[in-house]
């Protein structure tokens, strides 16, 4: 399984578009906050509260690490879309590999990729607060940052791997790829602050696993911005911010708390990758 690891991530790197389409999610979020919302949700707070640009920055950096597990653990499954289509596949189950070594070798090497270019998203984090003279992550903000993005990326990897193995033709893949990459923004609250949406689309994102994962981050990254924001503002308003921000999620009366958000991103990874398991073995009948 290992090897077979290998020889995927080799393949996915190897493939510089790949790459590169695999970051289209974060390009589009990272040019969309640039050109267009950035000024819109500074100038929304500037008059309200203190330090308005430094905290909608973390809020958008945030929402950066959130996307990057979801489109690269996607580009990373394109070796199994790529192996069906070349009938590779089929040379793999007539050899003594066993099928769940295969699947292993699959799943594994895009949860590495997905670890790996998300470390980059947050170097590339680290160096933008670094420009703007913000103050970087503390060892301990570091390593909290550090297993979100493991969490997450296992939950991204979990549900990109039941998209993918739903898809026979790399044509269905490409487009698939482009529309997850496209909505990704929406569903977890990053192009548009989740109180600015109607009630059911609310429903849709605090219930959607990766929303959480964003949520983690923006708790991270925004609590010192927050803390200097709203030093001596009514704790409501704050209150209000976390929620209107997605910073925290209130479902039927219940706010999540950092726990029950890794619990439940946790226990979405175990049921995807069940069900993609099930998916597959079936079609390999």
């Known amino acids: 399984m290992i090897s077979f690891t290998k020889r995927n991530l080799k393949i996915y790197f190897r493939d510089k578009s790949s790459v590169f389409f695999s970051l289209l999610a974060v390009l589009i ?6 050109f267009f919302l ?23 950096m945030a929402g950066i690490l959130a996307v990057t597990p979801v489109s690269t653990t996607l580009g990373s499954f394109g070796a199994i879309v790529n192996d069906k289509t070349k009938k590779i596949y089929k040379d793999f189950r007539c050899s003594p590999i066993k099928s769940r070594s295969i699947a292993g070798g699959y799943i594994l090497s895009s949860f590495c990729v997905g670890v790996i270019m998300s470390l980059f998203a947050l170097a590339l984090v680290e160096v933008y607060f670094a420009v703007k003279g913000y103050a970087l992550l503390s060892m301990l903000q570091f ?3 550090l297993g979100v993005i493991l969490i997450s990326v296992l939950v991204s990897s979990a549900m990109m791997y039941l998209v993918v193995c739903l898809f026979t033709s ?17 569903v977890t609250g990053i192009y548009l602050p989740i109180g600015s949406t109607d009630q059911s689309i609310q429903y849709v994102i605090e219930f959607f696993p990766i929303s959480h994962a964003a949520s ?9 911005p927050m803390k200097e924001s709203f030093d001596g ?18 479902v039927f009366d219940h706010t ?30």
């Open 38 to 60: 950035g000024d819109q949700l500074v100038n929304s707070f500037k008059d309200e509260v203190a330090g308005a640009q430094k905290l909608m920055d973390s809020w958008i």
């Open 170 to 186: 790399q044509n269905a893949f490409a487009t698939a790829s482009t529309i997850i990459g496209t909505l990704i923004g929406f």
């Open 233 to 250: 503002v009514p704790e409501k308003f704050l209150d209000d911010f976390k929620l209107d921000m997605g910073v925290e999620f209130k």
């Open 29 to 34: 979020v990272l040019g969309l906050y640039v």
């Open 256 to 285: 999540f708390t950092t726990l029950e958000s890794i619990c439940y991103m946790l226990l979405a990874a175990i049921i995807f990758y069940m069900i993609g398991i099930l998916v597959t073995k079936k079609k390999n009948k």
């Open 143 to 145: 390593l909290q940052v």
């Open 216 to 224: 983690l981050f923006r708790k991270l990254l925004m609590a010192e």
